[in-house]
């Protein structure tokens, strides 16, 4: 197996596996539709990309410096988390709603990358694999990567524009929501407790 086919297995194992951006993805889908949700995976996927290049670069060992800053990364992310899972219970599940909530933007899935754990596992792993210290080798995982990224996001948006019509009804909406922010809260949990 090439490195660079080891790499793209890599990408596409850390990027289509659940977890809370591919949630919030699937509930855009279900409740947006998939064009509405594309901008969440593409902030998203630049968001991780940012990331993969600082780890890269170095601020995995600022952070082992600075056990503190993240701590409070950490306890930034649970708490997204937590608002997320919030928002998703106390939607109403109208559809058609003037009250329905806007689509996450770009800049909400760059910042769920910057505060989830798993994309911080996921680039220190990737970068320790796959990079040392050659940046050319860093570059060439970015570009390979992004691209799996995103379709990894936009499928999770996909499926859930292929279910939006089952969740027409306002009960079956919120009880898919409750769900979704079950499996938040959950994500939460897991880290504190963790």
């Known amino acids: 197996m090439s490195l660079s086919l080891s790499m793209a297995a890599f990408a596409l194992a850390a990027s289509i596996s659940p977890g809370p951006v591919n949630v919030v993805a699937l509930g855009s889908g279900a409740r947006h539709g998939l064009r509405s949700s594309l901008a969440h995976a593409s902030g998203a996927t630049l968001g991780f990309c940012l990331l993969l290049g600082l780890v890269g670069l170095g601020v995995h ?15 930034g992310g649970v708490l ?18 003037c009250q329905t909530p806007s689509a996450p933007s770009a800049w909400q899935g760059a910042a769920m990358q910057w505060l989830s754990p798993k994309a911080w596992l996921a680039a220190v792993a990737g970068v320790g694999a796959y990079t040392g210290a050659e940046q050319q080798l860093l570059w060439l995982f970015i570009w390979i990567y992004g691209p799996i990224c995103f379709v990894s996001i936009a499928s999770w948006a996909w499926a859930g ?34």
């Open 61 to 75: 060992e600022l952070l082992q410096r600075w056990p503190l800053l993240g701590h409070l990364l950490h306890g």
């Open 80 to 97: 997204f988390l937590l608002y997320m899972a919030w928002k998703l219970a106390r939607d109403t599940g109208e559809l058609d709603s």
């Open 161 to 194: 524009s292929v279910i939006r019509h089952y969740l027409s009804d306002a009960r079956r909406m919120r009880l898919f929501n409750r769900c979704l922010a079950a499996m938040l809260m959950a994500s939460a949990l897991y880290l504190l407790l963790g």
